[in-house]
């Protein structure tokens, strides 16, 4: 029997009297893709936002590697191995491309980015070991000859691949992603697509937010549904396309992308 990596139990979040999130239970297993999907406003950020504790459960529990990271501090769940990336850039403008990658790397070292500056020897270290990792991230998005350029400069589909390669810089053992499909063309979100498949291949988890349900249908290997911040479903793509009430939950709209 699979061991989860991630273990979400009765997950709940209230913001004043609204509860965004209720009782939601799945499990993670290593190299899966996980979607989860739901209409506009169903808490499919926040349950994201709890995993990495940006916010605050209120009540429920998470599991990491048979750990509960419940309560942890965010960059304490991120030196656990979870790393993330957000629906609207986190890019450093004025940063080359493999500078903003290096700032993965450094969040997880007692040595900030900035201390290479100062001469200290284990900084030194961490820089030339962060500057290493970012390459060979950047490789793996197809990015590493532009890594001398401001991230600034990229056209936008490639600042999200920086995203992606800054949230894998330290080899994660699992990679949310939310939306990240929001703002690319066919052929970027294509282009997205076999990077993902590509890292599954080399050993990473995803869990990923997305509304792009060409992109959900054709990648996962199972699909979470939210809808006012309930779980109403959860199967392969093949059963929530046949599932009458993630159909009723979407009001109608095609879940079932265009051949």
């Known amino acids: 029997m699979r061991t989860p990596l991630l273990e979400i139990s009765n997950l709940t979040k209230q913001f004043g ?3 965004a ?5 799945f499990n993670v297993f290593p190299n899966e893709i996980i979607a989860v999907i739901g209409p506009n406003g169903a808490g499919k950020t926040t349950l994201i936002n709890m995993i990495t504790s940006i916010v605050q459960t209120s009540q ?3 599991k990491f590697s048979g750990e509960s990271i419940t309560g942890r501090k965010t960059h ?3 030196k656990r191995g979870i790393t993330r990336t957000f629906q609207n850039l986190q890019i450093f403008n004025d940063m080359t491309v493999v500078e903003n990658v290096m700032v993965g790397f450094h969040t997880r070292t007692k040595s900030g980015f900035f201390s290479g500056g100062f001469g200290f020897s284990s900084a030194r270290k961490d820089n030339k070991i ?3 990792k970012a390459i060979e991230a950047l490789g793996l998005v197809g990015l590493k000859d532009r890594k001398d350029e401001l991230a600034m400069n ?3 589909g490639l600042q999200r691949l920086v995203e992606i390669a800054r949230s894998i810089v330290m080899e994660p053992n699992l990679v949310l992603l939310d939306e990240p499909m929001a703002g690319l063309n066919q052929k970027e979100s294509i282009e997205l697509v076999r990077i993902i498949l590509r890292l599954r291949k080399r050993g990473y988890t995803f869990l990923f937010v997305e509304h792009d349900m060409e992109m959900v249908m054709g990648i996962s290997d199972r699909i979470i549904v939210i809808e006012n911040g309930v779980k109403i479903a959860e199967g392969t793509p ?4 046949r599932d009458p009430v993630v159909i009723a939950a979407y009001l109608g709209e095609e879940i079932i992308p265009h051949a």
């Open 17 to 19: 009297g609204v509860t």
């Open 21 to 25: 999130v209720n009782k939601v239970n």
């Open 60 to 62: 429920g529990e998470i």
């Open 76 to 78: 304490e769940v991120a």
């Open 130 to 132: 962060a500057y290493e």
């Open 154 to 156: 990229l056209p936008y």
């Open 238 to 241: 093949e059963e929530i396309q």
